[in-house]
């Protein structure tokens, strides 16, 4: 290893907890984690190898073996192969001289398949060693690999900018905001330093009231009241509190998170300050997923500024005892550690595995300490809400829910990107917003909410009927719908953090049962055993993510049953669920017989 | 004394001290609630959700979870007597279990649940997975095909000057055990014993000694698992 690891150890003090920091600089420096590391690291921090390595193996981003000078990582979910993947790929690996999974032989340059990267309104899109590539074809590959070949710097070839602070000079990247609607809070106008200004006129204990008086949920997904998450967490014993940003958006289908930290960090930020200032917590962290890496240098700049003017750091805005700063951690490629206790683990430098509830964060959290995990888009409300008053903020949205919802819509329409809108929408207004016609289905919230057919578009996207953590995507009449199930399967199959045995195992029988289905050996009977399944997997796993998995196969089943029924064989007593003469053909063939079946 | 609490489980009146999980309160009202990951001693790790309940309706897992004063636990319930089915079954055809070769036969905890729930043929097609077996530690032998990752061997105190042994690797369905080689091989013959004892699973082995226990002696032979809870009932 040419990377002088007490260096990297010094930066983060020897500090084992500070182990997802450790393994990037060290995946950044040496394109993998190599077993001199490993070794040295077992040794320093005081841990077994295996231990070191039960962290590695857990991340997507990290590998024991290298990925290639040029690491490409190929987003493969849904909407990228919606939007002509294979032939990008194909292109990628003709060029390269390799498939998918596996680096040329020189080393140069490897290809790897990923989650979706936040980038659905500009698929196929892929990141090469921390830059993103959009709206790729078979052409932009070719050309893509002939600079490698070329040993061009990465950044080189990015030939165009993206809108906005995107094309800034500390961000410089061709990513696209695609904000096509601003609301009245998110995308709307702030003063930068209001928010706080406001809430040191305030008792702690005030600004809570605020929060809770406005009815904002969580924005993430699960919708659980903010303000109430922040009473908990001011109530608990320990003085020592955290308070987290959960940027970790990998419901696939989802990038306003994205949007809101491209073009309005301060409202993020300030609304941590505020929330540091209510629980009385002295550190926030910021949990940023790996995808987002681009995006570094300008997250830090907007903390700098923000620590220039005193409102980040000791006495804030000349406040006595009011100390909070922020730094931001990386995530390296892991779905479930959008799980706020998953979260937290990961934090700590551990595998992001779920923890045990209770007790619950706002008790026991980071480092055991009393911690509030609030989403991007929450934390940017709550700083609209302190400036212009939980009342306006009530006023708008529906009964259950208030304020607006930034929706990340992708897929089949004319307009994708993100569209800042009043809670209650019906999902035919959103079609019709954006541009979709000859729609099939369109699943609200990502693979873990609900496929929703033609019969149900006059429901409202909203907390009671289909909640969301942002993600829309438009399904129109010319797609399978099961071909897109499948890559879901597949996600969560890979995604699993591998606790819970309904999970673990769960996930693979819907794989199995639905490739059943698919070749056309299923039954009706598989439809009731998956949707039993389901029911046993939400009442038996730990995390959201064990309890909602089985949903794009049981949500399809219910919602959209002509998408299977034509698969399905007649009842029989007994349906094989593979092709038995295919199966014994080779067998046959060496013996010298006719399969006899 | 620590306060004693009240509460029910299958409109059973029970009663505890705080704090208890609802699988230690629940054995000491002569109720059986079926456990593999959980071990005394050990921390809660939760990952087998065998152990599912329902507390006042709601799912959780009765070796973390504590009673509270008054609530309506559900356990044998025709709904979580499948679910719990349903989990045995899956832990069948997730790894390959073939109990008559195995030394753990009849001592094993799945084996005693799947005689319990008396599974004939899972529901869920078996996945024949390819497994690894480890046999690089000159005391212990990792067989995969078995391991139910309980992580009872991980939560354990088996190390060696403070680093553990064993540790999980990768995710997902390929997340493994991994045992540390480096470590494995100063492992004394108590550290051993422990380990393979621990194992509910015929997953962790000793080497060098092998049934020792003859069919007739072994933990389950002469009664079905549970069975020394709910006599006490």
Request: net charge negative; with cysteine; proline share 4%.
């Amino acid at each position: 290893m040419n990377t002088d690891l007490n260096q990297i150890l010094d930066k983060y003090k020897g500090d084992a907890t500070r182990l997802m920091d450790i393994l990037t600089d060290i995946q950044t420096e040496e394109g993998c984690i190599p077993s001199d590391a490993v070794a040295q690291l077992s040794e320093r921090l005081g841990i077994s190898r295996v231990e070191v390595e039960q962290t590695i193996s857990f991340y997507h981003f990290f590998s024991q073996k290298p990925v290639g000078k040029y690491a490409v990582y190929l987003n493969d979910s849904a909407v990228a192969e919606m939007k002509g993947r294979t032939a990008v790929a194909a292109a990628f690996e003709q060029e390269a001289g390799c498939t998918f999974g596996s680096v040329t032989e020189d080393g140069v340059i490897g290809l790897h398949n990923t989650a979706c990267i936040g980038m659905n309104d500009q698929e196929p899109a892929a990141i090469v060693n921390g830059v993103v590539f959009t709206n790729l074809t078979a052409d932009k590959a070719k050309e893509l690999v002939a600079g490698m070949r070329a040993g061009k710097a990465v950044q080189e070839m990015v030939t165009e900018l993206g809108d906005g602070v995107n094309s800034s000079d500390l961000v410089q990247s061709m990513v696209k905001n695609n904000i096509q609607k601003k609301g009245d809070v998110i995308f709307s106008t702030f003063e930068s330093g209001s928010a706080i200004k406001k809430c040191i006129e305030m008792a702690p204990e005030a600004v809570i009231d605020e929060v809770k008086s406005s009815n904002l949920r969580g924005r993430g997904g699960a919708g659980f009241p903010t303000g109430l998450k922040w009473e908990f967490c001011s109530k608990a014993a320990e003085k020592e509190r955290y308070l987290i940003c959960n940027a970790d958006e990998g419901e696939p289908g989802t990038f306003k998170d994205r949007v809101i930290l491209t073009e309005t960090p301060q409202l993020v930020v300030e609304g941590m300050i505020v929330g540091g200032y209510a629980l009385g917590a002295q550190q926030g962290i910021i949990y940023l997923r790996a995808e987002y890496t681009y995006l570094k240098k300008y997250l830090e700049s907007v903390l700098d500024d923000y620590r220039q003017k005193n409102l980040l750091g000791n006495n804030i805005a000349g406040k006595e005892g009011f100390n909070f700063d922020l730094r931001i951690q990386f995530g390296a490629g892991a779905y479930v550690c959008g799980e706020e206790s998953a979260l937290i683990e990961s934090a700590e430098g551990k595998r992001g595995e779920p923890r045990i509830r209770p007790p619950f964060p706002v008790e026991k959290g980071y480092l055991d300490k009393p911690t509030s995990v609030n989403n991007v888009e929450s934390f940017a409300a709550v700083s609209q809400i302190l400036v212009k008053g939980a009342a306006w903020f009530k006023g708008i949205g529906n009964d259950k829910s208030a304020g607006t919802k930034v929706l990340s819509i992708s897929g089949d329409c004319e307009k994708p990107g993100v569209y800042e809108v009043a809670w209650g929408l019906s999902v035919q207004e959103m079609l019709d917003m954006v541009g979709a016609s000859n729609t099939k289905a369109v699943l609200v919230g990502g693979p873990s909410g609900t496929f929703v057919g033609a019969k149900d578009f006059s429901r409202k996207i909203c907390f009671g009927d289909l909640a969301t953590g942002g993600s829309v995507i438009v399904f129109d009449q010319s797609r399978d719908i099961l071909e897109t199930v499948s890559n879901f399967v597949d996600f969560f199959c890979d995604e699993s953090c591998g606790s819970c045995v309904p999970c673990r195992a769960g996930n693979g029988i819907i794989r199995s049962t639905l490739d059943k289905v698919i070749n056309g050996k299923g039954t009706k009977a598989d439809l009731e055993k998956l949707t039993e399944l389901g029911t046993i997997m939400k009442a038996a796993n730990r995390c959201g993510l064990g309890q909602t998995s089985f949903n794009p196969v049981v949500t399809t089943i219910k919602n959209l049953p002509e998408e299977y029924e034509s698969r399905l064989q007649e009842e029989s007593p007994y349906v094989p669920t593979f092709d038995l003469a295919a199966s014994v053909a080779d067998s046959c063939e060496y013996v010298g017989r006719e399969p006899n079946l | 004394m620590s306060e004693q609490i009240t509460f029910t489980i299958d409109g059973k009146q029970c009663t505890a001290e705080k704090g208890d999980t609802i699988v230690a309160a629940a054995k000491k009202n002569g109720v059986y609630i079926p456990t593999l990951c959980d071990f005394e001693g050990l921390k809660p790790a939760a990952t087998c959700r065998v152990c599912t309940v329902k507390v006042n309706g709601a799912p959780t897992t009765a070796c973390s979870a504590t009673v509270s004063q008054g609530v309506e636990i559900e356990s044998n319930t025709e709904e979580i007597t499948n679910i719990r089915k349903a989990v045995v079954e899956m832990m069948f055809v997730e790894g390959n279990h073939f109990c008559p070769a195995c030394e753990k036969s009849g001592s094993c905890d799945l084996q005693a649940l799947c005689y319990k729930y008396q599974m004939m043929v899972p529901r869920y097609d078996f996945t024949f997975p390819r497994k690894e077996l480890d046999a690089t530690s000159p005391k212990l032998l990792i067989e995969k095909n078995r391991c139910i990752l309980c992580k009872r061997c991980v939560r354990s105190s088996i190390t060696t000057n403070g680093k553990s042994l064993f540790a999980v690797a990768k995710r997902g369905n390929k997340t493994v055990i991994q045992m540390d080689k480096t470590l494995a091989a100063d492992l004394s013959e108590e550290q051993a014993k422990e380990a393979m004892e621990l194992c509910p699973v015929g997953a962790i082995l000793k080497k060098e000694t092998g049934f020792v226990t003859p069919i007739g002696q072994r933990k389950y032979d002469a009664a079905p698992i549970g069975s020394d809870i709910e006599s006490n009932a």
